[in-house]
Nanobody, 123 residues
Framework: QLQLVESGGGLVQPGGSLRLSCAAS????????IGWFRQAPGKEREGVSC????????EYASSVKGRFAISRDNAKNTVYLQMNSLKPEDTAVYYC????????????????WGKGTLVTVSS
């Protein structure tokens, strides 16, 4: 069974950092581009960042550029999202998903999703 599992969420103060992980089971993650998405309460889901299967290309939403960094360790079948200088507006459930394409405008063509991990930024 193909699964993506996110972890690493939690409560952090403004200005703090978290690292999210997206682990795959049942398939080889290195064959897929991966995107991170988030959905805040009462808002639509939005793209945060994405990375190609090789890791050679990454894209970021303007709201997180310079603060977040996506990376992958294909040997560990895991993709990471390092989040620094967190703001209250980063509070959301964060999801990872396999994506079919990565472009300057973002990424899309999602097939498999994880169940999400909650990030709360609050003092």
């Amino acid at each position: 069974q193909l699964q993506l599992v996110e972890s690493g969420g939690g409560l952090v103060q403004p200005g703090g950092s978290l690292r999210l992980s997206c682990a795959a089971s049942g398939f080889t993650l290195r064959d897929y581009a991966i995107g991170w998405f988030r959905q805040a309460p009462g808002k639509e889901r939005e793209g945060v960042s994405c990375i190609t299967s090789s890791g050679g290309r990454t894209e970021y939403a303007s709201s997180v550029k310079g603060r977040f960094a996506i990376s992958r360790d294909n040997a560990k079948n895991t993709v990471y999202l390092q989040m620094n200088s967190l703001k209250p507006e980063d509070t959301a459930v964060y999801y990872c998903a396999t994506v079919r394409w990565v472009a300057v405008s973002g990424c899309g063509g999602m097939d498999y999703w994880g169940k999400g991990t909650l990030v709360t930024v609050s003092s």
